[in-house]
């Protein structure tokens, strides 16, 4: 029994001189990878909360939109901005606010909801704000500001609405020549998009449609200016 009991006890203290030299390494290690995993699943679970939570306001909003309940439009419009800015729901509420806004005459607070959007998105809600913001700039006759904002680097989609629109503008202010220039460009831009797309389902032949309406608008407005082709 003493041999068992020494054979034992020369057992445990190398197994303590193993756990000495390599335990809370290896401790260590443990701790670390279920940190990150348990991290992993509270942000993955943070983030579907966060998304539905958004989701909820976002609703809220549409439903304040079409009842045209303005007081309930900025507080879901600045809820979703200041909780889930980071989310897509914000950036599409604010747009839709904006809409609203311009309707029940506060162009200022949709002007701010414009920009807010302008500035913190890269994608085409940036570029769909722009030229919201541009369009309510002219309204005010704030025509080089409106023109700021048509400026820089836009996705193709809006290429020609941006051309469109400032062509509006160089015309209120009596430079024809580039207001030509402007409509022409984007008569341009719409016929090669209209090359490129399939035209192979409803959506593409409605969408070739309403490109070729434009189209004809485009033409008038160089007709209007002598530079019809």
Known sequence: MDAYNLEEQEQIDELKTWWKQHGNPLLNVLLVVFSVVIAWQAWNWYQRRQIAQASMIYHSLQEAVQKKDIARVKAAS???????????????????????????????????????????????????????????????????????????????????????????????????????????????????KQKTSGGLDSLQDWQTQADGTYREVLRQKLDALGGGQ
């Open 78 to 192: 600045g809820e979703l901005i200041e909780k889930f800015d980071s989310a897509s729901y914000a950036a599409l509420g604010a747009l839709m606010a904006s809409s609203a806004l311009v309707e029940s005459g506060d162009a200022k607070t949709a002007k701010a909801q414009l920009q807010w959007v302008a500035e913190r998105n890269q994608d085409e809600l940036r570029d769909l704000a722009r030229l919201h913001l541009a369009v309510l700039l002219i309204d005010e006759k704030s025509y080089d500001e409106a023109l700021k904002q048509l400026d820089g680097s836009v996705l193709p989609v809006f290429e020609a609405r941006f051309q469109d629109t400032r062509g509006d503008i160089l015309k209120i202010q009596g430079k024809v020549d580039e207001a030509r220039k402007a409509y022409q460009s984007a008569l341009t831009r719409l016929e090669e």
